[in-house]
C-alpha cells in the first residue's frame, strides 16, 4: 500500500520533480523583434532583454504559455518564431502541407504516366539525309582502311 | 485507310482529361506560391518615399497612426488607451522614435525633454512625443521614471511605426508641422537642443 501511494505521489509531483523551464526553452519559440533571428541566439540588446525578463518570470514561477503570452501582449503576434495556427497566418502552414500533398498524389499519376509510355517513343534517332549517309559511308571506309 | 484526325479511344481520353486537370491544378498551385513570394517581397521592401520628398525640399503628410498610450500628458492620453496622431493637427509634433535598450536614447532623453518643457513654459503648440519601439513595456516605463520625463509617449506594439515612418533603427525623430507634414527627419541620436529648435521655431514661431 505505500509503495502504491508513493507511486502516486511521484507521477502527482512529475511536473515539479521533471526539467525545470529554462530560459532557451522559452526563447527558441520566440525570435528577436530587432534582427529576426530566434531569440535563443541572438544578442540584439533588445533580446538580451526579452531573455531577462524570461529569466525573471521563470524564478516568479510562470509558465512557458505565460510567458509567451505577455511577451506577445507586449510586442505582437510577430514576437512568435512560428506563425499562429489560425486567420491569415494560418497559410504558411497550409501551403507547405498542400504541397506534399499534391506531390504524394502526382507520384502514382506521374508513374502510370511512364508505365503506359511506350518502349521507344520519341527515342528513335531520325534517319539520316542521303548526304549524311553518304559522309557515313566515306568516314567507315576511311577507318576500314585504316 | 485509316484518319489520323479520327477521335482518341475512350481510355485515352479519360487519361488526357486527368492529364489536363492536374497540370491546371499544377499551375494554380505555382501561381499562388509565386503571388504569395510576390507579396512578401512587395511587403518587406524598404520604402524610401520620406525621404525622398524631404530631400526634394517637399513635406511629405505624416501617416496617421493610431497607438496605444504609454505615458499621458500634454494632451496625449489617457494611459492605456490609443491616442491617433491626427488629433494634434494644428500643434507642431516633435516625434522621437526610441527604445529602453537604445543606449544613444539615454542620451538624448534629457535635451528631448528640456526642448519639452522650453515650449510648454512659453504656452507654444509645440509638443514631444515618443514612440516607444521593439520594447518591453515595463522596460519603457522604467526608462520613463529613471530620467524623470515629462513629456507623453505611445507604444508600437505591432510594429507599424517602421512602416509608416519608414525608420532605419533607433532613435530617429521627425518634426511634423501643424497640417500634419513631416518638416523634417533625424536619423540617429539629437545631441543639441539647437538641432531642433530652429526647425520647429520656423513652423510655429513662439
Known sequence: ?146 | MPSSSSPPSGPRQGWDRRRTIGAVAAGVAVAALVALLAIGLLNKGVETSIARALDAGERPPAPDLELPVLVAGDGVGPAGGTFSLEALRGRTVIVNVWASWCIPCKTEAPILDAIARRYRERGAPVLVLGIDVKDLSENALAFWERYDLSYPSLRDRDGDVDGALQTTGVPETFVIDPQGRIAYRKIGEIRSEEQITPVVDDLAPA
Open chain 1, 1 to 146: 500500500m505505500r509503495a502504491v501511494l508513493i507511486a502516486l505521489a511521484l507521477v502527482l509531483a512529475a511536473p515539479a520533480l521533471g526539467a525545470a523551464l529554462s530560459v532557451n526553452e522559452v526563447a527558441s519559440e520566440l525570435r528577436c523583434p530587432t534582427c529576426n533571428t530566434p531569440l535563443d541566439v541572438s544578442n540584439a540588446p533588445a533580446a538580451v532583454d526579452m531573455k531577462a525578463f524570461i529569466a525573471d518570470r521563470i524564478e516568479r514561477g510562470w509558465t512557458k504559455q505565460q510567458i509567451i503570452d505577455a511577451l506577445v501582449e507586449d510586442f505582437g503576434p510577430s514576437v512568435l518564431a512560428t506563425p499562429p495556427k489560425r486567420g491569415f497566418d494560418l497559410i504558411a502552414w497550409l501551403v507547405p502541407a498542400l504541397g506534399v500533398a499534391l506531390a504524394l498524389a502526382a507520384i502514382p499519376i506521374v508513374t502510370r504516366a511512364w508505365a503506359r509510355r511506350p518502349r521507344g517513343e520519341g527515342a528513335a534517332p531520325p534517319e539520316p539525309t542521303p548526304e549524311e549517309a553518304r559522309r557515313l559511308e566515306d568516314e567507315l571506309r576511311r577507318l576500314g582502311d585504316v
